[in-house]
């Protein structure tokens, strides 16, 4: 089973994504109650200004999804350019996915 969801989560969301920590909650609570294999999210943007960085609603649906037995398959933080946002692209998976010998950066 594979959920793909736009999360709509960005760096300015307390302007442009209302209720973005809610939704983020409801979301993990369906992914436990439906229990998918693969989990694809899409804008769950992480934002870098030089040495700062804006990770927080990444790093907490990350901690929740391995908690729920989830790996982190292709990880966001490789597209963060040092200023600006990165894809907004993650994937969860519960079972091993091939990996292409280069890398899964988007």
């Known amino acids: ?19 973005a920590s809610k939704r983020l909650r409801c979301l993990l609570q369906a992914i436990d109650e439906n229990n998918y294999d693969v989990v694809l999210l899409q804008e769950l943007f992480l934002f870098r200004l030089g040495p700062l960085a804006n990770t927080r609603s990444f790093e907490t649906v990350t901690r929740s ?5 989830y790996i982190l398959a292709a990880d966001p933080r490789k597209s963060l350019p040092f200023v600006g946002q990165n894809s907004g692209l993650v994937i969860f998976s519960k079972i091993e996915l091939a990996r292409p010998p280069a890398s899964l950066n988007f």
């Open 1 to 19: 089973r594979v959920l793909s969801h736009n999360v709509w989560c960005h760096f300015l969301q307390q302007w442009f994504a209302p209720n």
């Open 65 to 69: 999804m391995r908690a729920l037995g």
